[in-house]
């Protein structure tokens, strides 16, 4: 398997997600891994492939996203692929920051910076 060009960085960090349009109807989950490219979620919810989603992270940051791949991982849980779509400049630079901090404390022997 090749490896990623971002790496990928093992988290638990809780989100809430809607569709784009349908901020209202807020749904739990919570991002399982991370990268400055894409993340995957997992939660409850069978959100559709190729649909954006809009995902509210305690940073805080919002990022609009596509969700590229979906799985079920559990009887009432779905994992899911997603790649950042609308990701300002003010909050891309808080990301990549964010994202550099859990890279240097998750792995400090690797850490490069992103």
């Not at 989950?29 to 490219?37: A, E, K, L, Q, Y």
């Not at 400049?89 to 400090?108: E, G, V």
Request: aromatic share 8%.
């Amino acid at each position: 398997m090749p490896s990623r060009k971002h790496p990928r960085i093992p988290t638990a960090i809780p989100v809430n997600i809607s569709y784009i349009g349908s901020e209202r109807d807020k749904k739990k989950g919570f991002v399982s891994d991370i990268s400055i490219r894409g993340m995957s979620v997992d939660s409850p919810v069978d959100f559709d492939t190729n649909k954006e989603i809009l995902l509210e992270i305690n940073v805080p940051i919002e990022i609009t996203t596509r969700v590229i791949r979906v799985s079920q991982i559990g009887s009432s849980l779905y994992r899911y692929g997603l790649k950042y779509t609308k990701l300002g400049l003010l909050n891309r630079l808080r990301f990549r920051s964010y994202i550099n901090k859990w890279l240097k404390t998750a792995n400090p022997a690797a850490y490069r910076g992103v």
